[in-house]
């Protein structure tokens, strides 16, 4: 085992001897042809949770999430989104190269969008304008702080996407850890939704996997542009007996990261060298400011004492917790963050 504590993502994590057992005992069969059984009951299962008629298990998050985009958009269209939404910053352009669409971003709080920021935003009433789509919704926000929706303001972004005729797409890379905070019910996303990504090898563990849920006739249309973009896979069950397990056996883990990154948050608030919003954690993802330095010192000192962190902007460090870290790791951090600066 490596002794690095590695609080870079929540990505990093490896498979348990647990998962790889149940790797091997998975049913598989050719999934480009749909006999993959394991795959299959995974799809449903998590599509009949959520209350959406049908998944489609992908690669990863940004293939669901651009497939999400293609199936709700045509070419020339436009998709609204936070200007700090994964979609926008993190796929490379994907939404303009793959589906031929405008991406219009705009300022809301902390990652997330409200009726208010959202209001006379639509467009398309006329010939020389794109014509507005879909509203773009990340829960929880990465670059806002693992920030989340409650279930209030989701159904009143709903209405307005109801009233306005635009569909809506929800990122839930970090769903879970969105639903272990607020309490949110998955079939809520499902009403709130026409398209939703959840990702399972982030929080959850899985090594590899995402999955796009929607209607029976989108997931049909996802399953062609997936195998139009290289996603078409084989005996893809190994896969997806990996994300299972992670469902079944580590979203009830995520509190306690959670727990952990408030305890690592309590020092940083107590320090005279580094800064937190502790008002804004809500989840694994916890943000802070170095006040004397940059944040590129600082990691490189905590890289001294063997624990890795990102930057994320000149002065903001992100750490992400998840399951590998333990309580001794946590207190090896407590005690690395409050030197810094001595």
Request: aromatic residues 8%.
């Given at each position: ?66 497939l ?83 279930e ?19 990122d ?21 939704a ?23 006739e ?54 005279k ?67 810094i600066?001595?």
């Amino acid at each position: 085992m490596n002794s690095m504590i590695d609080l870079r993502s929540d990505t990093i994590t490896r498979p348990t001897p647990e998962m790889l057992d149940a790797m091997m005992q998975a049913k598989v069969g050719d999934d480009v042809f749909g006999e993959d059984e394991t795959v299959n009951a995974f799809q449903e299962k998590v599509a009949h949770m959520f209350g959406m008629e049908a998944g489609l298990f992908v690669p990863s998050g940004t293939m669901s999430n651009q497939l999400g985009v293609k199936v709700l958009t045509e070419p020339g269209d436009e998709i609204l989104i936070d200007e700090k939404g994964h979609i926008f910053n993190y796929e490379t352009g994907a939404a303009s190269s793959l589906s031929g669409v405008q991406v219009r971003t705009l300022h809301g709080k902390d990652g997330k969008l409200n009726p208010g920021i959202l209001e006379h935003t639509k467009r398309g009433h006329f010939d020389w304008e794109p014509r507005t789509k879909v509203i773009c919704l990340e829960n929880s926000t990465n670059k806002g702080g693992g920030v989340c929706y409650s279930e209030e303001e989701l159904r009143a972004i709903k209405a307005f996407a109801d009233r306005e005729e635009l569909y809506v797409h929800m990122d839930g890379a970090r769903i879970w850890n969105a639903m272990t905070a607020t309490d949110v019910k998955p079939e809520v996303f499902g009403e709130i939704a026409d398209t939703i990504s959840v990702c399972f090898s982030k929080g959850l563990g899985a090594p590899v996997g995402s999955m796009l849920l929607s209607s029976k006739e989108r997931i049909a249309k996802a399953r062609r542009f997936r195998k139009m973009w290289g996603g078409g896979m084989r005996q893809v069950g190994l896969l997806a007996a990996a994300a299972d397990y992670a469902l079944e056996n580590n979203w009830d883990k995520l509190g306690e990261d959670h727990r952990r990154a408030k305890e690592v948050a309590q020092v940083i608030f107590d320090s005279k060298f580094l800064a937190v919003d502790m008002n804004k954690l809500q989840t694994n993802i916890l943000l802070f400011d170095t006040v004397n330095e940059t944040a590129e010192n600082v990691i490189a000192k905590l890289a001294k004492k063997d624990i890795q962190m990102i930057p994320f902007g000149p002065n903001t460090i992100r750490a992400t917790f998840h399951f590998e870290i333990t309580d001794e790791d946590v207190e090896q951090v407590k005690k690395a963050l409050a030197e810094i600066g001595e």
